[in-house]
């Protein structure tokens, strides 16, 4: 918890003079995060799950969105694509944006971006076919 001394009182101006804070904010702004967490799990409430959301959204967003070529996009379209393959979330990906992935007419991705692409269609189409 955050204190402030009072030293001594300006008693014309009716004013204190502060010297000093003590305490450490944020080690009490983690507790506060921490308790309002588990109050909201308590509660029936996640809040972390909003940003999970947000997160994959953002992520999918960067992977199907293929209308740019120069070398940033394709940066941040593979950091994008390994983070999902990472957390197990490429079956989240549309099946037309891994399409072009496995494709890659124009050389952009990595063989592993591609062979990890190929898999989840592959499971996906047999997974259609019920097998």
């Known amino acids: 918890m955050e204190t402030t001394t009072i030293t001594n009182t300006q008693t014309k101006q009716g004013r204190y003079a502060t010297v000093g804070r003590s305490g450490n904010s944020k080690k009490e702004g983690a507790a506060a995060e921490k308790k309002a967490r588990n109050e909201a799990k308590k ?44 957390t197990g979330r490429l079956s989240d990906i549309d099946s037309l944006a891994l399409s072009y992935v496995c ?29």
């Open 43 to 86: 509660r029936g409430r996640d809040l972390h799950g909003g940003m999970e959301l947000l997160d994959l959204d953002f992520l999918l967003d960067i992977v199907e969105n293929a209308d740019g070529t120069d070398e940033y996009d394709m940066t941040m379209r593979k950091l994008g694509f390994h983070e999902l393959a990472r």
């Open 103 to 131: 494709m890659d007419e124009d050389g952009l991705f990595d063989k592993r971006m591609q062979c990890e692409a190929m898999q989840e269609l592959a499971a996906r189409t047999e997974q259609s076919l019920g097998n």
